[in-house]
């Protein structure tokens, strides 16, 4: 599996996350400035709850844009034994069920589910509680978690 092809396809996801954001945003700040939501009394809050929202959309476009950045400057490279399950890491995991999942492991920002071939692949940063489980592991190796009160554990079958 191509890893720099997985990279596209999560800068093009994020490149529509941030269209629908900045779509969102424009449409926040018309409602917010339009001249029939001017507050005609003290419990006339449509324009004001318009505004908030035109505020978070715009940061978390932003937060976008800095997710494609990170994205943009990944460099991917081939797995290391020596140094174990890094940032750039094509992971595959079984739990106790036997029941496999392919993981990538990127910056962050790009928590996503994308398809490579027939393959569901499970995008996730160094970050996430499972990221930071398998930093450092290699095959064979055991990465538990710790959920609420659930434990989850799992063994690495390969890492590419």
């Known amino acids: 599996m191509d890893k720099f092809l997985l990279q596209q396809q999560v800068l093009e996801r994020l490149a529509e996350d941030l269209l629908q954001a900045e779509q969102a945003v424009r449409a926040a700040h018309e409602t917010a400035t339009h001249k029939e939501n001017i507050a005609e009394n003290k419990y006339d809050t449509l324009g004001l709850e318009a505004a908030y929202l035109a505020t978070g959309q715009a940061r978390r476009a932003e937060a976008i844009r800095q997710a494609m950045a990170s994205w943009r400057q ?23 069920d036997e ?7 990127g910056p962050d920002g790009g928590n996503m589910k994308l398809i490579s071939g027939a393959q ?13 489980a398998m930093l450092g592991k290699c095959e064979g190796d055991e990465v538990s978690i710790q959920i609420a009160p659930i434990r989850q554990q799992f063994e690495v079958l390969r890492v590419q």
């Open 99 to 105: 029941k496999q999942q392919l993981l990538f492991l």
């Open 74 to 96: 990944f460099r991917p490279r081939p797995y290391d034994a020596s140094k174990g399950i890094q940032i750039g890491a094509l992971v595959c995991l079984v739990d106790s």
């Open 120 to 132: 569901l692949v499970q995008v996730i940063s160094s970050k996430a509680p499972l990221g930071r």
